[in-house]
């Protein structure tokens, strides 16, 4: 490829997870343009759940209080009789699901990425890409013209029919269900009792989930009607949900109407060369249970902070690798229980149904299970722990690869501070609490990659704990358990080693927003990075 690459980072799709990206990397310093294929942002919110683990990975960032404010939280969801999943008992600072339609999500994240820098262009639809070892070269067209584009490194994040994915030549394997669910976004007359209503039987399912402003996301399908290109009426719609409630709720008034194909396809690898996959573009699943939006923005902020280490010059060897060893079995995972879920609400036997009731009934009737199902929904039990279940804090000690709550850490002055707080410029925390401030004092070393704070008292959920380096995504990197200072601070700088590269100043940052669409001026061509990632780094604990 002759040409030097002349941007950073170029993100293919302007939805939740490309726009949350695009933040994560202008924050970092990386110069990024995001290229959409729509013209206009979509009025239409198919996804519209906001749960627990992901309000905490964009309030991280500073994103959440603006899309919290536009939301109405749930703190309970009833998948059947006398069965309950229970949100409100976590212990994160986001105790519920959060309705909010995908449209404001992608307005806030836009508005946060413009602000930090990204351009953003519509209308831009990528249709060829060459790659090779020094960067990536795209083939972009609009109503205007064709043009070329240069990257160090492009991301999809367009979608299930990603042009990304599809010019890689990464494959997309599994399948697509027989049920053709209707959706739609309409007034109800006579709503279902439940506040979140999970209903099925007979082979027939619906979700029906109000926002609070008197409309209700209604999905609703049946075995016995599959995949039709009929345009969707409220006749149809009424009859759908009849079936299902025994009784006509009245839909009108609909804001919009749709039918639409369930997949679940996972992409044979999450990067190939300098070409990355996020979001729908590496997975899609059953909508039951609203995970898709939550798993694409947690994809991108695993990968943000990865690849901007990776173009800064600083990633220990193996680090860009990790966002396919970390993501792709969270994906897969997803895959699994939304599809069992799925295929038991649709089960046409009445057998089934039924001990599909007693069971939930009887394991989430218990107050306990109530709470570990709402906090494994939410994604606040998942992580990068490897062997061994990962979990929210709560009598266990901190492991690698664990989340990190959102932890009151006590100051030498004033009030405490939330540990969320102390992230928000995306850099590494090293948290001391060996009472020396030894740890904080070698961290000095590594510059504005580390953020060192030294904990003056007591944090009950760290108790045993000397000393914590937290990953800019919230997850643990590394602890140390060991009670002895001795040797404290050669366990510190190895772990620092490991997973911040060498001491030294942090390599001058590329300024957000420089980069552009070549329709617009273009940027000074740079040098680029020779940062390696051959073989994966892990999590570890002394």
Known sequence: MAPTPEQSVIIVGAGPTGLALACEL???????TVLERRTEASAQSRAMALYSRTL??????GHADALTAVGRPVGRMLPAQGAVIDFTASDSPFPALYVVPQSRTEEALQQRAIDLGVIVQRGAEVFGLEQDATGVRLQVRTESGEWEETADYVVGC???????????????????????????????ETPPPNDVAILCGGGAMMVSIPFGDGFHRIAVGHRDHPWTRDEVTLEELSERLTEVLGFDPKPHEPRWMARFKIHQRLADQYRTGRVLLAGDAAHLHSPLGGQGLNLGIQDAVNLGWKLAATLQGWAPAGLLDTYQSERRPQAQKILKATDHATRM????????????????????GQRRIQKFAGEALSGLRAGYAGRGRPAALGGARLRPGQRVP????????????????LMRDGRFLLLDLGGDGGAAAVADAWGSRVCPVRVDGPVPQLAGISAVLVRPDGYAAWVDSTSSPTGRE?????????????????????????????????????????????????????
Do not use: K, N
């Open 406 to 421: 959102d932890l009151a850490v006590p100051q030498a002055e004033g009030a405490p501070v939330r540990l969320y707080e």
């Open 158 to 188: 367009d979608g299930a029919h990603s042009a990304v994915r599809e010019l890689s030549g990464i494959a997309f394997r599994g399948r697509t269900y027989d049920i053709a669910p209707i959706l739609a976004d309409v007034r109800l």
């Open 490 to 542: 050669a366990r510190v700088r190895q772990a620092l080693h490991r997973w911040c590269g060498t001491e030294g100043p942090t390599p001058a940052r590329q300024p957000a927003g420089t980069a552009g669409a070549a329709a617009l001026a273009r940027p000074s061509r740079r040098e680029q990075s020779g940062a390696t990632d051959t073989a994966p780094a892990s999590a570890d604990r002394t």
């Open 26 to 32: 202008a924050a970092a310093g990386v110069s990024c």
């Open 56 to 61: 905490e990975v964009l309030d991280l960032r």
């Open 345 to 364: 609400a649709t089960h046409p036997s009445p057998v089934v149904t039924g001990l599909r009731r007693v069971v939930l009934s009887r394991l989430l």
